[in-house]
């Protein structure tokens, strides 16, 4: 079993859909959530770190941690065809260098 | 504002020819220096890190090695490619405090003849 589960997709959908994307997880050591966007042949761009259970917000962008569940969530409101992209999770224990571990990534497709 | 920088973008290299990839960091002193590999489909390997010039941990045995001579800069190392080293080549940086996220330059992509 692989440490982060995330579905790979590809998951496509109307401009202007409330997108879910989601990640669980078997390692109760980790500690640190975060949302990665990544664009076609660009490195990962970071969306959300998040460290507490709860929600965080940041403009059309919500993530979720459920550390009970050992769930995370990115929610995309209002998506655009520039959202068209890989979302990738990752997540990281206490350790001071700060090892990620991400999901697969999941393509998704924003079409107008 | 920190900048991080990776060359060359795109690189075709033949089998059994040596590598080196380099990675700068601008505006952060003393960061956490990160080597990924990305596989196609597939998320993100951990090859190396280091916390100080000199210093690398290696989290894969396998044919590349890494070294830091400054503070800001990180590179990676082959004397001899193999096709299985064909792949997208990622740096990564994040602040020396624990806690903090990392942030990605736009990779190198190698491929192997």
């Known amino acids: 079993q692989k440490e982060v589960e995330q579905d790979p997709g590809p998951l496509s959908v109307p401009e202007g859909a409330i997108v879910s994307l989601n990640c669980t997880y078997s390692?109760?050591?980790?500690?640190?959530f975060m949302w990665y966007r990544q664009y076609s042949r660009k490195g990962p761009e970071l969306l959300m770190y998040t460290y507490s259970s709860g929600n965080k917000e940041d403009g059309r962008f919500t993530a979720q941690v459920d550390k009970s569940s050992k769930y995370i969530s990115l929610f995309i409101r209002d998506s655009q065809p520039s959202d068209s992209a890989t979302y990738l999770c990752a997540m990281r224990g206490g350790t001071s260098y700060g090892k990620l571990t991400f999901g697969q990534g999941t393509i998704l497709t924003v079409h107008p | 504002s920190q900048t991080i920088h990776q060359w060359p973008a795109t690189l075709v290299q033949p089998v059994g020819s040596p590598l080196s990839l380099e990675c700068t960091v601008e505006g952060t002193s003393n960061p956490n220096l990160y080597w990924y590999r990305q596989a196609a489909g597939r998320g993100l390997q951990l090859l190396f890190y280091s916390v100080g010039i000199g210093q690398i941990s290696s989290e894969v045995p396998q044919n590349l090695s890494a070294s830091r001579p400054q503070d800001r800069q990180f590179i990676l190392s082959s004397k001899k490619l193999l096709l299985s080293d064909s792949g997208f080549y990622l740096c990564a940086w994040s602040e020396p405090l624990g806690g903090q996220p990392q942030h990605f330059g736009d990779g190198t992509r190698l491929s192997i003849l």
């Open positions: 390692n109760s050591a980790f500690q640190y």
